[in-house]
Structures are given as structure tokens and as C-alpha cells.
């Protein structure tokens, strides 16, 4: 029972253009999401969050959305560039900071 | 600043042979503890987390343990390995109140053969 999901395993988005990320969650009890970045052989590393009192947190050229009625979370990444090229884990956690739940993760393609 | 340490990097075991991985968080005190497991082509699942030394959560049955000896080391062992222990071994820290922020080491890939 995947309490977190990431439907896309992979995206390919050209330089240059938005590359849109998406994680769909279960629990409304969730309320703080995180994104983070793993490129290959090397420990993920934190990206961006948002809690839940806020939609939208912006960090340069990335950009968290959360929509709570829809239990929707995504990132944008724009202007796309080959070194975003990278697997992408979107987190949720509850107020007790103790445990976070990951997604499968999204294979993010940046091309030339 | 902190940094936290994992190693080996590469470890590559016979079934049925013990496990050490060592991990230790420099430049805080106090931290949450965590060991995560990455197979191939997966997500992250949670094994084992620490809020204090002595005091370990497991959240998945399996051929592995975890301990905390001292305040910033964190340990995942295992008496006899089994084929399906191989994957991509994470450890992470985090201040624990007031932040659901994680920080993970390089990671350990470890094949069981």
C-alpha cells in the first residue's frame, strides 16, 4: 500500500524548456513534502519543501506546488538543464520529524 | 557545518557472511539516525531509525539489525547475509525537532553473491 506515488519512472524534457514533476499522496495527516535529487552511486540530496500552509515555495529555478484538496504535489524545474538530469524523490512527513515516506522516484532526462 | 560518513563504499559478500556498515554524523548533536535501503530500480524504504542512543525503530522484518553505541554512529549489521540484502545502503541524519529535512551519505552498494 504505497502511501506515496510517483506515477511517471521517467520524463525526457528538452534544455531550455519546463520539466514537471509529480507525486500524489494518501494521507491528509501529511504535512510537510520534500523533493530531492539522486544521481547515480551518491545519497540523495535535498532539493526543496514546502508544509502544508503554504502552495506554492519557489528556490531559483525550482518550484514547489502543493495542491491539499487533491493530495498533489509537483516540481518545476525551468529553465531544464543537463545537469538536472537526475532521479527525483518527492517525500511527505507528519509533525512528529521523526520518519519520512518516499516516493518510487521520477528518472529526469534534460537533452541538449 | 556537519557532514556525515558512510563506508565502504563498495562491499561485495558471500551469502551467509556478517555485516558492518558504520555511519557517523560530525558537527551535531543529538540526531536523528536512519538506515535506507535503495534496491535496483526502486524507491527508498526505511529500515531502522534512532532518536537516542540505545533506542531503535525497526520498520520492516528482515535478516538485518541496527545499532547506536555511541550518540553519532550508527550501525547496520547483519549475522548471516542472504542474496535478496543486496542494493544500495543509505544513512542519514536530521536535527529531529523542528526540521523533517534529512541529510544522506554517499551510500554503501553492497552485493551478496
Known amino acids: 500500500d504505497q502511501q506515496v506515488k510517483q506515477n511517471s519512472p521517467s520524463l525526457s524534457v528538452q534544455e531550455g524548456r519546463i520539466s514537471i514533476l509529480n507525486c500524489d499522496y494518501t494521507?491528509?495527516?501529511?504535512?510537510?513534502f520534500l523533493w530531492y535529487k539522486k544521481y547515480p552511486a551518491e545519497g540523495p540530496t535535498f532539493l526543496i519543501s514546502?508544509?502544508?500552509?503554504?502552495d506554492k515555495n519557489e528556490d531559483g529555478r525550482f518550484t514547489v506546488f502543493l495542491n491539499k484538496s487533491a493530495k498533489h504535489l509537483s516540481l518545476h524545474i525551468v529553465p531544464s538543464q543537463p545537469g538536472d538530469s537526475a532521479v527525483y524523490f518527492c517525500?511527505?512527513?507528519?509533525?512528529?520529524?521523526?520518519?519520512?515516506?518516499f516516493g518510487a522516484g521520477t528518472r529526469l532526462a534534460v537533452h541538449p | 557545518s556537519q557532514t556525515i560518513h558512510q563506508w565502504p563504499a563498495t562491499l561485495v559478500q558471500p551469502v551467509g557472511s556478517p555485516l558492518s556498515l558504520e555511519c557517523t554524523v560530525e558537527?551535531?548533536?543529538?540526531?536523528?539516525l536512519y538506515w535506507y535501503r535503495q534496491a535496483a530500480g526502486r524507491g527508498l524504504q526505511l529500515l531502522f531509525y534512532?532518536?537516542?542512543?540505545?533506542?531503535i525503530s525497526s520498520e520492516v522484518p528482515q535478516n538485518l539489525s541496527a545499532s547506536r553505541p555511541q550518540d553519532r554512529q550508527f550501525i547496520l549489521s547483519s549475522k548471516k547475509l542472504l542474496l535478496s540484502d543486496s542494493g544500495f545502503y543509505l544513512c542519514?541524519?536530521?536535527?529531529?525537532?523542528?526540521?523533517?529535512?534529512?541529510?544522506f551519505g554517499a551510500g554503501t552498494r553492497l552485493s551478496v553473491l
Open positions: 494521507n491528509s495527516m501529511f504535512d510537510y
Open positions: 534512532s532518536v537516542g542512543i540505545g533506542q
Open positions: 514546502i508544509s502544508s500552509i503554504k
Open positions: 542519514a541524519w536530521s536535527p529531529g525537532q523542528g526540521s523533517h529535512i534529512q541529510y
Open positions: 517525500a511527505v512527513g507528519t509533525g512528529g520529524y521523526n520518519k519520512l515516506i
Open positions: 558537527g551535531t548533536s543529538n540526531p536523528n
